[in-house]
T-cell receptor, first 118, second 114 residues
Framework: SAVISQKPSRDICQRGTSLTIQCQVDSQVTMMFWYRQQPGQSLTLIATANQGSEATYESGFVIDKFPISRPNLTFSTLTVSNMSPEDSSIYLC???????????????FGPGTRLTVL | GDSVTQMEGPVTLSEEAFLTINCTYTATGYPSLFWYVQYPGEGLQLLLKATKADDKGSNKGFEATYRKETTSFHLEKGSVQVSDSAVYFCALRPTQGGSEKLVFGKGMKLTVNP
């Protein structure tokens, strides 16, 4: 398995500000993903973070709102821009893709970042 | 599109009770199926998986069998413990499109009382 850390673990932010969440993995991985878990809801994929190219966004999510960086095979950031209370969620990073002992089809998740927007 | 429907809770059981959490899916082809668990205050962990029809995934006393004919992947445990209190998510990975993304059910919160 992979060890994944996220920073910050939680934050309380004001409306209109932006927050950048970091995801660090202890080994090189092909795929990194960002999910959102709204209160009482399931996880929804925001985007796939591609190393060396732009992220691939799911329907309903746009780069201007959720810019993503993936500078190397162990690190990614997600920014939640111009926040509103509707952005209050847990944001999770996950990794997968068959490198370094991760079996195909498996994804491992970080501990999440709990964001509250006032 | 692809989707997962699972039993919604919350559910409260006594220790040593039998647990079943129903999960059905809609997908083309043969998706891979997963159960993830989220313990209080922790991140999501892979509990078990099955990648083809009739496969049985098992871990920590939990089992689930990939049933293509009923498009189901129900999670079972014969005797739950207090430490099994968590939120359980059923998920699938579609086979088409080459995507690695996971599609999740809504999750079910389980509380096990001593």
């Amino acid at each position: 398995s992979a060890v994944i850390s996220q920073k910050p673990s939680r934050d309380i932010c004001q409306r209109g500000t932006s927050l950048t969440i970091q995801c660090q993995v202890d080994s090189q991985v092909t795929m990194m993903f960002w999910y959102r878990q709204q209160p009482g809801q399931s996880l929804t994929l925001i985007a796939t973070a591609n190393q060396g190219s732009e992220a691939t966004y799911e329907s309903g999510f746009v780069i201007d709102k959720f810019p993503i960086s993936r500078p190397n095979l162990t690190f990614s950031t997600l920014t939640v821009s111009n926040m509103s209370p509707e952005d209050s969620s847990i944001y999770l990073c996950s990794v997968g893709g068959g490198l370094r002992g991760l079996a195909n089809n498996e994804q491992f998740f970080g501990p999440g970042t709990r964001l509250t927007v006032l | 599109g692809d989707s997962v429907t699972q039993m919604e809770g919350p559910v409260t059981l006594s220790e040593e009770a039998f647990l079943t959490i129903n999960c059905t899916y809609t997908a083309t082809g043969y998706p891979s199926l997963f159960w993830y668990v989220q313990y209080p205050g922790e991140g999501l962990q892979l509990l078990l998986k099955a990648t083809k029809a009739d496969d049985k995934g098992s871990n920590k006393g939990f089992e689930a069998t990939y049933r293509k004919e009923t498009t189901s992947f129900h999670l079972e445990k014969g005797s739950v413990q207090v430490s099994d209190s968590a939120v359980y998510f059923c998920a699938l990975r579609p086979t088409q499109g080459g995507s690695e993304k996971l599609v999740f059910g809504k999750g079910m919160k389980l509380t096990v009382n001593p």
